[in-house]
Nanobody, 124 residues
């Protein structure tokens, strides 16, 4: 079992920034991939960004390209999501997740471990 804990969410004005963190503990392996998903009220859970622990390969959904940056610190077993130029439509609960097979995939059903989520609210 892998435990994931998200932090860094909060209330921010449009155009502002937040940095989310996801710390992993338990049994982890070098070939894991970690992704960020978000879910707004009345909407499906959507893929936001992902990264491979070993090689640093990244992927982003089109709506956040150029604004969000995913990164990792392997020595701390932590993945970050730097969110800049935030928009009201970014408001959602953000979850981190791990795919043990190592692929950065957009389907939530392909991920094995999930955190509890952290709320991001973008509002004037």
């Amino acid at each position: 079992q892998v435990q994931l804990v998200e932090s860094g969410g909060g209330l921010v004005q449009p155009g502002g920034s937040l940095r989310l963190s996801c710390a992993a503990s338990g049994r982890t392996f070098w070939n894991y991939a970690q992704g960020w998903f978000r879910q707004a009220p009345g909407k499906e859970r959507e893929f936001v960004a992902g990264i491979r622990w070993s090689g640093g390969t990244t992927a982003y959904t089109d709506s956040v390209k150029g604004r969000f940056t995913i990164s990792r610190d392997n020595t701390k077993n932590t993945v970050y999501l730097q969110m800049n130029s935030l928009k009201p439509e970014d408001t959602a609960v953000y979850y981190c997740a791990i795919n043990r097979e190592g692929g950065i995939l957009s389907s939530a059903s392909r991920y094995d471990y999930w955190g509890q989520g952290t709320q991001v609210t973008v509002s004037s």
